[in-house]
Every structure is written in structure tokens, then in C-alpha cells.
């Protein structure tokens, strides 16, 4: 592997401006760096989903694998030009949304976000891989971007949107539908 931090801070983005992967420095707040932050932020957040101590197993081990695959994808936005995430990476979380999803009761009604502990942090989790998928096609709009990369935060935030159901139920045995504005 490469470099190891031996030391955390490094006082290089004390003027507002960090590192990328292949060693450019750009301001904080390019959409480069807004692009693979928020991916971490939604990788983070699926941290959290999986700090609850009751998840189901085969949620766990997907949410693990996703993590992974956000620390791809981060590394791949972090150096323009590379390439980590595939076809196969979005091909394995449609199948795997699809083995979840095919476990559900059919989607009449919108639902709330919400549920049990680890349901809602999914909510939170889908929330943030939505922003960062806005992030990645800001950039994408002014660098190029690989198609995989899109697609694969398209089908994550569809698939933490299938697993929230799933922990509902596991959970609280169901979801809260949404009811339409009632009159006071």
C-alpha cells in the first residue's frame, strides 16, 4: 500500500486548499472535493447503520461490501482520469436490490422515513448518497466523470431505500405511510 499517515495533520490546507490523489492542489470547496466528501459522508453515514448492534446479517455484510465500494469510488474521484468503479459494481448491487426488494410487499403508498433505529439511519444514509450523486453529476457537468460512477450512486440510494424497508420491518414489523395534508 502507499504512503501511511504517520502524522494527521499536515498544515498544507491551512490556506484553503487540499491535496487530490494525483498530487494537484484545488480549494476546498471545488466540486471535485464536494464530489468524493459527500461520498464519504454517505459512507459514513452507512457507519452508522451498521453501528446498530441487530442488524440481519445479509444486511450487514451488503452494507459492508457497499462501504468498500464508496472508498472506491472516493478514491476514484479523488484523482481525475481513474478508474475503480465497474459495470460489475452496479451490475451486483441491482442484484443484490433485487433479492431485497423481492422480499417486500409491493410499494402502494409512499412512506415516511423512519422506523427503528437502524431503518432511520438508513433513511439518513439514502438522504446523503441522493446529495452526493447531485455532487457527482455537478462535476460531471465540467470534468469528465465515468458513467459507472453515477449509475453505481443511482442504485445505492435505491438500494438503502429497499434495505430501510427491510429494517423496518425487522425493526417495528412495518413501515408509516404517508397520508395525504389533513385539514386542521
Not at 29 to 36: D, G, I, M, T
Not at 85 to 97: G, I, K, N, P
Not at 109 to 136: K, M, N, Q, S, Y
Request: proline residues 5%; aromatic residues 6%; hydrophobic residues 40%.
Amino acid at each position: 500500500m502507499g504512503n501511511r499517515l504517520t502524522k494527521i495533520y499536515t498544515r498544507t490546507g491551512d490556506d484553503g486548499s487540499t491535496g487530490l490523489g494525483d498530487g494537484a492542489r484545488v480549494p476546498k470547496e471545488s466540486l471535485r472535493v464536494e464530489a468524493y466528501g459527500t461520498v464519504d459522508e454517505a459512507n459514513s453515514c452507512i457507519g452508522v447503520v451498521l453501528a446498530v448492534p441487530t442488524l440481519p446479517a445479509a444486511v450487514r455484510t451488503c452494507l459492508t461490501d457497499v462501504q468498500h465500494d464508496l472508498f472506491d469510488l472516493g478514491g476514484e474521484l479523488c484523482i481525475p482520469g481513474h478508474r475503480m468503479v465497474t459495470a460489475a459494481y452496479v451490475d451486483r448491487l441491482e442484484s443484490t436490490l433485487d433479492s431485497f426488494n423481492e422480499e417486500l410487499p409491493p410499494l402502494q403508498d409512499f412512506i415516511l422515513p423512519g422506523g427503528g433505529p437502524a431503518a432511520a439511519a438508513c433513511h439518513v444514509a439514502r438522504t446523503v448518497c441522493r446529495r452526493a450523486e447531485r455532487r457527482v453529476w455537478s462535476l460531471a457537468r465540467v470534468e469528465e466523470v465515468a458513467p459507472d460512477a453515477l449509475k453505481y450512486l443511482n442504485r445505492l440510494s435505491d438500494l438503502l431505500f429497499v434495505l430501510a424497508r427491510v429494517l423496518a420491518r425487522h425493526e417495528h414489523g412495518g413501515e408509516v405511510i404517508w397520508r395525504r395534508a389533513r385539514r386542521p
